[in-house]
């Protein structure tokens, strides 16, 4: 038998490492596409965890857009799949590549194999456009890996057979507990001399398409409000690349005292940042996952949430984008003790880090049936 795992973003990369890792370890015959959607980002992650693509479709363009990066992730994937006839071709998650790899596989007649499947809003605009992307992959799999019950529970109300769903919880937590168990130090001078024992800092990240403009307008000034009510607070902002939020953010922090904005970190150096940090703040739908096992509180910037499991545990708490909303929920952890605590003692909903081998045994598993290679 053999296995193709494609991908092309840095959260990918992250999420896919430790099933890459448990493929290589079990000597299961496997290739590795890359579609590099997200190149700069995606290179930092490869070189992290050591994994060398035995195809790299290389689909990045300046000021690239949806129809050109779906349209070429299908083109160059197409020649790539015929000539491997992998017998599954595991994705993962709601992004672009996902989706087109994907639809490619379908067309030639490929099962796939969803990491990280069920999650939903049910609003196809926010996020966007991964809230279509995710619920499109699961229409086109055969296998459907949840990290939780509940995105189980939306499979099944989806239609899914029970049968194809496994609870797995999600391989980030197996990636991040790996990276946070090592020992480390910064790169960045900053961040060494930084004193996290008596500053509180609060760590954020915004790069979300549905964050553009107004919102990140408002949060950006949710920032400087916090940094000014409260002299204790030191804010890093690792400062995504994109054109559109690099200018926003200098345009209202730069020069703001105690707001630090810097170069974005690999993930190695982020989780040890996350790991020393007070409080986060971020749009991302990884941090919601990964921040509860480093006994971290999250308030996630965005008006809608895929992963309610965090909300429902106590590990995050859903601000929206509005300026004083941000404020006030900041404020309170940084002040009250109490809140804070209740946050930081709940359990991951996420997973206890074993969520690769999980994966890779239902894989080999449900290849070695005839019913599954049938289909």
Same mark, same amino acid.
């Given at each position: 038998?053999?296995?193709?795992?494609?991908?092309?973003?840095?959260?990918?990369?992250?999420?896919?490492? !430790?099933?890459?890792?448990?493929?290589?370890?079990?000597?299961?015959?496997?290739?590795?596409?890359?579609?590099?959607?997200?190149?700069?980002?995606?290179?930092?992650?490869?070189?992290? *965890?050591?994994?060398? !693509?035995?195809?790299? =479709?290389?689909?990045?363009?300046?000021?690239?857009?949806? *129809?050109?990066?779906?349209?070429?992730?299908?083109?160059?994937?197409?020649?790539?799949?015929?000539?491997?006839?992998?017998?599954?071709?595991?994705?993962?998650?709601?992004?672009?590549?996902? *989706?087109?790899?994907?639809?490619?596989?379908?067309?030639?007649?490929?099962?796939?194999?969803?990491?990280?499947?069920?999650?939903?809003?049910?609003?196809?605009?926010?996020?966007?456009?991964?809230?279509?992307?995710?619920?499109?992959?699961?229409?086109?799999?055969?296998?459907? *890996?949840?990290?939780?019950?509940?995105?189980?529970?939306?499979?099944?109300?989806?239609?899914?057979?029970?049968?194809?769903?496994?609870?797995?919880?999600?391989?980030?937590?197996?990636?991040?507990?790996?990276?946070? $168990?090592?020992?480390?130090?910064?790169?960045?001078?900053?961040?060494?001399?930084?004193?996290?024992?008596?500053?509180?800092?609060?760590?954020?990240?915004?790069?979300?398409?549905?964050?553009?403009?107004?919102?990140?307008?408002?949060?950006?000034?949710?920032?400087?409000?916090?940094?000014?009510?409260?002299?204790?607070?030191?804010?890093?902002? !690792?400062?995504?690349?994109?054109?559109?939020?690099?200018?926003?953010?200098?345009?209202?922090?730069?020069?703001?005292?105690?707001?630090?904005? &810097?170069?974005? =970190?690999?993930?190695?150096?982020?989780?040890?940042?996350?790991?020393?940090?007070?409080? &986060?703040?971020?749009?991302?739908?990884?941090?919601?996952?990964?921040?509860?096992?480093?006994?971290?509180?999250?308030?996630?910037?965005?008006?809608?949430?895929?992963?309610?499991?965090?909300?429902?545990?106590?590990?995050?708490?859903?601000?929206?984008?509005?300026?004083?909303?941000?404020?006030?929920?900041?404020?309170?952890?940084?002040?009250?003790?109490?809140?804070?605590?209740?946050?930081?003692?709940?359990?991951?909903?996420?997973?206890?880090?074993?969520?690769?081998?999980?994966?890779?045994?239902?894989?080999?598993? $449900?290849?070695?049936?005839?019913?599954?290679?049938?289909?």
């Amino acid at each position: 038998m053999k296995i193709a795992v494609a991908f092309g973003t840095r959260p990918e990369a992250i999420k896919m490492a !430790p099933i890459v890792k448990e493929l290589t370890r079990r000597g299961v015959d496997f290739s590795i596409i890359v579609t590099g959607q997200h190149r700069e980002l995606l290179d930092q992650k490869l070189d992290l *965890f050591g994994i060398k !693509p035995h195809h790299d =479709l290389d689909v990045m363009q300046i000021d690239q857009d949806l *129809f050109q990066t779906t349209s070429l992730v299908l083109q160059r994937i197409k020649p790539v799949l015929a000539q491997e006839a992998p017998d599954l071709l595991l994705v993962q998650g709601d992004t672009t590549t996902t *989706f087109a790899a994907s639809l490619a596989a379908f067309y030639l007649q490929i099962p796939i194999g969803h990491v990280e499947a069920g999650l939903r809003t049910w609003n196809r605009n926010n996020p966007y456009p991964e809230e279509l992307n995710r619920q499109l992959t699961t229409r086109l799999a055969s296998l459907h *890996f949840a990290p939780t019950t509940w995105a189980r529970a939306n499979l099944l109300r989806e239609g899914v057979s029970a049968e194809e769903i496994h609870v797995t919880g999600n391989p980030v937590i197996d990636a991040l507990l790996d990276i946070a $168990a090592e020992e480390y130090r910064f790169e960045n001078a900053l961040l060494n001399t930084m004193d996290y024992a008596t500053r509180k800092v609060v760590v954020m990240t915004v790069h979300r398409r549905e964050s553009f403009g107004e919102p990140m307008k408002r949060i950006f000034q949710a920032c400087r409000e916090l940094v000014e009510s409260d002299q204790s607070v030191e804010l890093i902002y !690792p400062v995504h690349p994109n054109p559109q939020v690099k200018t926003m953010a200098s345009h209202m922090l730069s020069g703001t005292p105690r707001v630090h904005l &810097i170069e974005p =970190l690999d993930y190695r150096a982020f989780v040890h940042l996350m790991k020393q940090s007070y409080l &986060i703040l971020t749009d991302s739908g990884g941090i919601q996952e990964e921040a509860p096992s480093l006994r971290k509180p999250v308030l996630v910037l965005r008006e809608t949430t895929e992963r309610p499991e965090a909300i429902e545990a106590g590990t995050a708490k859903l601000v929206g984008t509005s300026t004083a909303s941000i404020v006030s929920a900041a404020t309170q952890l940084l002040q009250d003790r109490k809140a804070y605590g209740e946050m930081i003692t709940q359990i991951n909903p996420y997973g206890d880090g074993t969520s690769g081998k999980q994966i890779v045994d239902i894989v080999l598993s $449900a290849l070695s049936g005839s019913s599954f290679k049938s289909k």
